[in-house]
């Protein structure tokens, strides 16, 4: 299968352990907001605090698929086409808590090459930590490279 990209990034630029660009990401409650709005998951743990606390969240904690999408920009911005990623996955470790308050939480995120695999793709490993947590787990990404 042959997959057209626009991938900024040459193969033969890249080696195993070459270094991503790391990102932080600011996540407050009017951002789970917006994204519930956009995904149509309305789920109160995502919004409500006394909800999310009463069935044993610490806080309203943002969306899995939100945490996930963030942590992808890393490689998407590195690699300059979205179109690019071919598999992407993660284990949710830990949920991103989300104060009620202007700073809200903060996601940091970075990406590693970890193999350089068969038609010009390679694979990415990323991490993502919030609050001092890693909060995805076996964050990797299969990029079609140029």
């Known amino acids: 299968m042959t997959v057209s990209t626009a991938a900024k990034i ?3 630029d890249v080696e195993v352990g070459t270094e991503l660009p790391a990102q932080t990401f600011n996540v407050t409650r009017a951002t789970l907001v917006q ?3 956009a995904s149509g998951d309305f789920n109160p743990i995502h919004w409500n605090e006394k909800f ?3 069935v044993g969240l610490p806080d309203v904690i943002a ?8 942590a992808i920009r890393v490689v998407t911005d590195w ?3 979205p179109g690019a990623v071919v598999e992407y996955g993660v284990r949710f470790t830990k949920p ?5 308050d202007d700073k809200g939480a ?3 995120v970075s990406g590693k090459v970890a193999a350089k695999l068969d038609d010009n793709r390679v694979r990415v490993d990323l991490t993502a930590t919030s609050g001092g947590q890693k909060v995805l787990g076996m964050s990797r990404a299969v990029v079609q490279l140029a």
């Open 10 to 12: 040459a193969y033969d």
């Open 35 to 37: 994204y519930a709005g």
């Open 52 to 54: 999310a606390k009463e």
């Open 63 to 70: 969306h899995g698929m939100f945490t996930m999408a963030e």
């Open 79 to 81: 690699v300059g086409d």
């Open 96 to 100: 991103v808590v989300v104060p009620n």
């Open 106 to 108: 903060v996601i940091e």
